[in-house]
Nanobody, 114 residues
Framework: QVQLVESGGGLVQPGGSLRLSCAAS????????MGWYRQAPGKQRELVAR???????NYADSVKGRFTMSRDNAKNTAYLQMNNLKPEDTAVYYC????????WGQGTQVTVSS
């Protein structure tokens, strides 16, 4: 059974930081590209960051220079370090694992507000 469990969300003030984690089980983690997506109320789910099997990353323009995605294959975990958070970053953040199939976590809420 595949499980992706996100953690690390919460309420933070503008300019603050959070680190999201995605712990994976039931998959060969090192074979999977991993991604972070987000969905704000009334909006479509969008790609935030993605990391390939080889560790290459790509980011949405809106988060470049502020967010950093990484992976630890030994721990079967992907991370998203989010710095200089803005109110427009408020959303539910979802972890995705992609190989032959695509799997999703349940999401973690990030709220940026003063």
């Amino acid at each position: 059974q595949v499980q992706l469990v996100e953690s690390g969300g919460g309420l933070v003030q503008p300019g603050g930081s959070l680190r999201l984690s995605c712990a994976a089980s039931g998959i060969i983690f090192s074979f999977n590209a991993m991604g972070w997506y987000r969905q704000a109320p009334g909006k479509q789910r969008e790609l935030v960051a993605r990391i390939s099997v080889s560790g290459r990353t790509n980011y949405a323009d809106s988060v470049k220079g502020r967010f950093t995605m990484s992976r630890d294959n030994a721990k079967n975990t992907a991370y998203l370090q989010m710095n200089n958070l803005k109110p427009e970053d408020t959303a539910v953040y979802y972890c995705n694992a992609d190989y032959f199939s695509s799997f999703w976590g349940q999401g973690t809420q990030v709220t940026v507000s003063s």
